[in-house]
C-alpha cells in the first residue's frame, strides 16, 4: 500500500501543503486584539483547514510550515529579541492520549528549533485549580489552571498553542510562569475573528494575584 501525502489545507494529493494554499497563508495577519497574543493567521478558510489538518495529517510538515509562520510574525513585530526559552500549555493528559500527540508541543518544538533557543517542558496541568466564581466565569471558567517549574526569574520564555479565541488559556499559563519570575511573550498559529473583550484583561491580573 502506497502512503499518499494530501494537502492539509484543501485535500489535493502531493505536498503536505500545496502552493496554493501556503500563498493563502500569508495573507494579512489578524488584528492586534485585547489578549495581546502574536498570532500569525486569521482562523478561517484555508488556514483554518491546515490548522485543523495537523491534528491527523502530514503532522510534522504541517507543523513546521505553522512554526514558520508563527516565527515571521515574531520577526515582523520584532518580538523574537530576547526570547530565552520556548514551551507549550499541556493539553490534557485525555486530549493526548486521543491524538497521540500535544500540538502545542510539536509547535512550541519546532518554533524554539527554528529560532535557535531550546524549548523546554515548563508547565503542568494544576488538576486543583479552579476559576468559578469569579467575574467573567462564563466565559473563561473552562480555562485551565497551570503549575510552572520554578527558576525563571528573569528569564524571558515564549509560550506557544495552535489557535488563540478568548486567550485564556495562553493567560493563564502565563500567569503561571509569571509568578515563577519569567517574563512571557505568546503566540499562536492561529486568532479566531474579533472578540469584544475588555474581559480577558482582569483573568490576568486575577492569575498573577494571591487575593482569595
Ligand atoms: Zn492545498
Not at 478561517?44 to 510538515?61: D, E, F, M, P, Q
Amino acid at each position: 500500500m502506497i502512503f499518499e501525502t494530501r494537502c492539509a489545507g484543501c485535500d489535493k494529493p502531493g505536498a503536505a501543503i500545496c502552493t496554493t494554499c501556503r500563498f493563502a497563508l500569508v495573507g494579512t495577519p489578524p488584528r492586534d486584539q485585547p489578549h495581546g497574543v502574536i498570532a500569525a493567521v486569521p482562523f478561517t478558510g484555508r488556514a483554518r483547514s491546515i490548522v485543523l489538518g495537523l491534528k491527523y495529517r502530514n503532522r510534522r510538515a504541517v507543523g513546521r510550515h505553522l512554526a514558520g509562520l508563527i516565527v515571521n510574525r515574531l520577526v515582523a513585530q520584532r518580538a523574537h529579541h530576547g526570547i530565552e526559552l520556548v514551551t507549550w500549555a499541556p493539553t490534557s493528559a485525555k486530549r493526548r492520549r486521543e491524538r497521540g500527540f500535544d500540538q502545542g508541543e510539536l509547535l512550541a518544538r519546532s518554533v524554539a528549533r527554528q529560532l535557535g533557543v531550546p524549548c523546554r517542558r515548563l508547565l503542568e496541568r494544576d488538576g486543583s485549580a479552579t476559576q468559578t466564581g469569579r467575574s467573567r466565569a462564563e466565559r473563561l471558567e473552562s480555562a485551565p489552571g497551570f503549575i510552572a517549574r520554578p527558576g525563571l526569574d528573569g528569564r524571558c520564555v515564549l509560550v506557544v498553542d495552535d489557535v488563540v479565541t478568548t486567550g485564556s488559556t495562553l493567560m493563564s499559563a502565563a500567569g503561571a510562569l509569571e509568578e515563577r519570575g519569567a517574563i512571557t511573550r505568546l503566540a499562536a498559529v492561529a486568532s479566531t475573528p474579533e472578540i469584544r473583550s475588555a474581559s480577558v484583561l482582569p483573568f490576568r491580573r486575577r492569575a498573577v494575584s494571591t487575593a482569595a
